[in-house]
């Protein structure tokens, strides 16, 4: 490691000592932010690699890690936010705000993310897979609209062996940030809700046009879709969701709704089995014969959306792409629905949502049909919504069981009177639906 002119301290600032640099083979990927801070080489081929920075022009770097200011954290990265100070000896200043994911060296979760390369993943979303849509609608486009993603940019990656970095922008300090109801709970309101289904549904609606024009799978042009698809499926994650039963059943016994006995009698017996919990998660990394086949984020709730208001504008952004898959067009909105919604607004408000989302696939879809393939795919228009309605209804039973798992996290709901009162009413939701 290159002598060191930093400290770790969170909220600081470091200067690093310019003097103690000397030119070395350049690691841009470090394997902890930790390391990441602490070490010059790293900082300064990021430096280089990203902005062209030369060590023999730069006379001052100044890094902060910055606290979290939101809820942008995952389970399978080591991340943070991160603001950085460049100042040349001709006088010019820079400064450069990073939000970075680390692949983890050391973590519960670090064979998993190795085995199914989630940070090669993502890197391939933001760097090709992304990037390949946005230039296929930029080519198709038709209409008057402009389509765009509500996604992060990507600053830099890099991903080799089993160490990974991702840089993207701050968007935190762009001014993006999640908020909770009036009751603190992690539900969106209607119009965050509609924002969000609207904004997944473009990228839905692209990779599927595309994927027609072209005929083509992308998870066949992009293997690690496919591997993220199976994450689930794997044993020991299919155990540990079947683990989410136990705990869901406990909440629901506290229940004192009378119907509450019955409610657990079904969800027993509907979820009894881990196999039946892998079968659905086979399920949904593909596609009824005459379904939708299309990019989904494959872990779209609450905490992976971030909202700004701008000039009385609401904006949406769509972060952590680390577990994308292409599949059946309805597991994102199910789960976003089951999971992110209060269960009685849910009920309420499923079909206006739904709506919505159907409303900006189409309005994508159709965007990104040349004339001659309009004119020879009428019948397919005609059912887009019908197809679309079959993948959101078969795709709700693992949503729900997904949904499940909220009252296992303390941020969520941090007393016990709310998980009891979650975990009750998505039940009796499910139960309404024939779900369980």
Known sequence: MAPTGLKFTVGSSWKMDLSAYRKKPQRKIPTSIAQLLNDDNIIFGLLKEIYNHDHHDVEKIEVKLLTPGSDIRGNLSDSGRLRIYVKTYGGAEHFYNWFVKVQPTNHQNTELVSKFNVFKNEIEFYSKIAPKLMKFIKESNNSNDDIEFDIPKIIFAEEEDDRAIIILEDLVNEGYKQERDANGNRYLSKEKAILAVESIAKIHAASYALQMKQHIDLASKHPTLGKSALLWTNAEMTSRLYAVKDIYCEFLKQSKNPDSPMLLERFRKTF?????????CFERCSSEEEGILCIQQGDFHFNN???????????VKIVDWQLAYNGGSGADISYLLMSSIDPEQFEIEEENIKEKYFHSFNGT???????ETTMDTDDENNNVDEKLEMEYDRSLQLGFFFSCGNVMHEENYEDEERKVSFTYQLCREA???NLI
């Open 431 to 433: 139960a309404d639906k």
């Open 365 to 371: 879809f159709s965007a990104l049909q040349s004339q």
């Open 305 to 315: 959306l971030l909202f700004k208001e701008e000039d009385g504008k609401l904006k």
């Open 272 to 280: 009894d089995s881990e196999e039946l919990l892998r079968e659905l």
